[in-house]
């Protein structure tokens, strides 16, 4: 009883590209659902019928969908890309603001304490030399 030789190579090979369009229709099919809930420049009765649409046709749906509101969903897909840089950004300068401060900030502030009076010169040189790691 062979089993590999009832199904053959060539079989093997339809079913997996028939398995992974079948995967890729999915993936398109829940990312235009998302952009019809997702996008503000449609009311609420279009989003509804849209999304009727794409049910009751699906092939025909999501394709005139992709043809009319491409462009647009590429554009809130780099608006979203943006926002999400910059909150990134925002984020790492709230943390690296939060740490420690630099020792050439650390001098500065020394220098214009000693500029304006407060640091004698010794003190000055010792708590340059500190920061410097010299003592």
Do not use: C
Request: hydrophobic letters at 55%.
């Amino acid at each position: 009883m062979v089993l590999a030789y009832d199904y053959p190579l060539l079989g093997v090979f339809w079913t997996m590209l028939i398995f992974f369009l079948w995967v890729a229709w999915l993936v398109v099919l829940f990312r235009v659902f998302a952009d019809i809930f997702r996008s503000h420049q449609m009311g609420g009765f279009a989003k509804a019928l849209w999304s009727i649409f794409v049910l009751f046709v699906p092939f025909l749906g999501v394709f005139i969908y992709l043809i009319v509101h491409g462009k647009d969903m590429t554009q809130r897909d780099i608006a979203e890309a943006s926002s999400r840089e910059a909150a990134f950004q925002s984020y790492v300068r709230d943390v690296a603001g939060a740490s420690a401060p630099s020792t050439a900030d650390e001098i500065a502030k020394l220098a214009e304490l000693h500029a304006r009076g407060v640091l004698t010169d010794e003190e000055f040189a010792h708590e340059k030399n500190r920061q410097l790691g010299a003592i």
